[in-house]
């Protein structure tokens, strides 16, 4: 009887031990790290070259610290607070259906006030130097000579970071203050033209209808605003809805649209619009 039972036991026996290997072979599995599917590894590639941007103020410098494909810049920039608080409740000039300068009014003791905003889209980011944006000119006898010795111009913000994959400064703006110098007298063409770090970018003046660019953009006054330096002009309009509609990818990928704006703008130009001016209080 006790070898009949020992030669059941031992059968039992190796089910047991079979079993038990099965069952740690499993738990061992279930506690193994689980491999991440194929679109996890594709979502972490986005992410680790996605863009981010953080902004501060301090101390009257404007820091933008911006991180894309892995590589951060930190752009900084002086600023006056003072004078883009100027821009709060200004209108812009009523000029026929267009947002240009009109005349902008100086004086010796009191600025005139002009605030501009701005918009660039492009692939990389763009430095624009502000400080030298304004152009005064003034023809006399077929030439043409500047007349900003005779004006002093400040700006609310020396440079501007824009564009980019995360669209940096869109809409930002810029208050300009103008004054005449003691003595200076006479009405000159009022350009503007910001100039970027990469070299000559398009520039347009942001119309009600289609973009516009121009030789200038508004007259600014001194004194009694005589002699009248400025020469009649005409401006080149251009169809951004045309170039947009195009089938082909290289030129509808470059185009952005925004509110309150009919028309698309193109990647790669800078547009501006006129958003208050303020002309000085005193004049003379």
Known sequence: MRAERSALAAPAAALLVALLIVVGIFVYLSILPRQAPSTSSSTSSTLSTS???????????????????????????????????????????????????????????????????????????????????????????GQSFSGG????????????????????????????????????????????????????LGRFLMESQEPASCPYYGQVVAGDGSPNYVLPSGCLTISSSYYCSSTTSSSTSQCTTIPGVTYPLVGGDLYFRVVGVTNSTQSG
């Open 149 to 200: 010795s005779n004006f002093t111009v400040s700006s609310s913000q020396d440079e501007v970071l824009m564009g980019g994959p995360s669209n940096l400064g869109e809409g930002t703006v810029v208050a300009y203050s103008i004054t005449a110098k003691p003595g200076a007298s006479g009405t000159y063409e009022l350009g503007f033209t910001p100039a970027g770090v990469s070299g000559t």
């Open 51 to 141: 863009s981010s941007t953080s902004t501060s103020t301090q101390g009257g410098t404007l820091t933008t610290s911006y991180t894309s494909t892995n590589q951060t810049t930190v752009f900084s920039a002086s600023t006056n607070s003072s004078l883009l608080t100027r821009c709060s409740g200004s209108q812009p000039p009523a000029v026929g259906n267009s947002l240009e300068f009109g005349d902008v009014v100086t004086g010796t003791s009191s600025p005139a006030i002009v605030c501009v905003e701005l918009y660039y889209f492009a692939a990389t980011a763009e430095t624009f130097n502000l400080t030298t944006a304004f152009s005064i000119q003034a023809q006399r006898s």
